[in-house]
């Protein structure tokens, strides 16, 4: 079956990292995502990493992606409170539907 | 260039009426999706709208409905609405031959 699962909450000091970590089920997976919600707002595409692929950076952010596990986990370096938001861990097969986690509020403390 | 624009931003409506979302895509996009997310759940899929076809649908009922019209843009519909239909509907277009989802803002819809 399809399944993405992510803690629901994170709490990180400003200026620390934060890991948003998230198992998925679909093994033929081709893309794994990670999206941003803010408050009343729609989704923003983060980032993003191909099921062949282990890492990627993108500035701030690093995606690690343990296939055999089924793992993927979203870094950013030092947080800021701009990144308190919703994030949502997801997956699909390209041009197929997209199943995304619950989300995982992150939280900054000051 | 404007994203996906979807209309209205709120919409408030009553049980058993029926509604009707719409979408217009990202310009150079061809196909448009259809998500329901309930307050603190992620994004459900509900249907995929390519060359005016539903090209694939999620476990929505009947009640769901949709279009595409030839110039891409989309309508999602909605009838004999529940109060458990509340939720922010978002569109996402893209291009079906090529990586790279752009979702609009949403739809923030209340059934009383």
């Known amino acids: 079956g399809e399944d993405v699962e992510q803690s629901l909450f994170l709490s990180v000091r400003e200026g620390d990292s934060s890991v948003i970590n998230c198992t998925y089920t679909d093994s033929s997976s081709t893309y794994l995502y990670w999206y941003k919600q803010e408050p009343g707002a729609g989704l923003q595409l983060l980032t993003y990493i191909f099921s062949n692929m282990d890492m990627k950076q993108d500035q701030r952010l690093t995606v690690l992606l343990n296939k055999k596990d089924k793992h993927l986990s979203l870094r950013i370096a030092d947080t800021q409170t701009g990144d308190s938001a919703i994030y949502f861990c997801a997956e699909s097969m390209g041009d197929d539907k997209i199943i995304f986690g619950k989300g995982t509020r992150l939280h900054i403390l000051p | 260039d404007a994203g996906v624009t979807q209309s209205p931003t709120h919409l408030i409506k009553t049980r058993g009426q029926q509604v009707t979302l719409r979408c217009s895509p990202k310009?150079?996009?061809?196909?448009v999706s259809w998500y329901q997310q309930a307050l603190g759940q992620g994004p459900q899929f509900i249907f995929q709208y390519y060359e005016e076809e539903e090209r694939q649908r999620g476990n929505f009922p009947d009640r769901f409905s949709g279009h595409q019209f030839p110039n891409y843009s989309s309508e999602l519909n909605v009838n004999a609405l529940l109060l458990g239909d509340s939720a922010l509907y978002l569109c996402?277009?893209?291009?079906?031959?090529?990586?790279?989802?752009?979702f609009g803002s949403g739809t923030r819809l209340t059934v009383v």
């Open positions: 996402a277009s893209s291009l079906l031959t090529a990586y790279g989802y752009t």
């Open positions: 310009s150079g996009h061809d196909t």
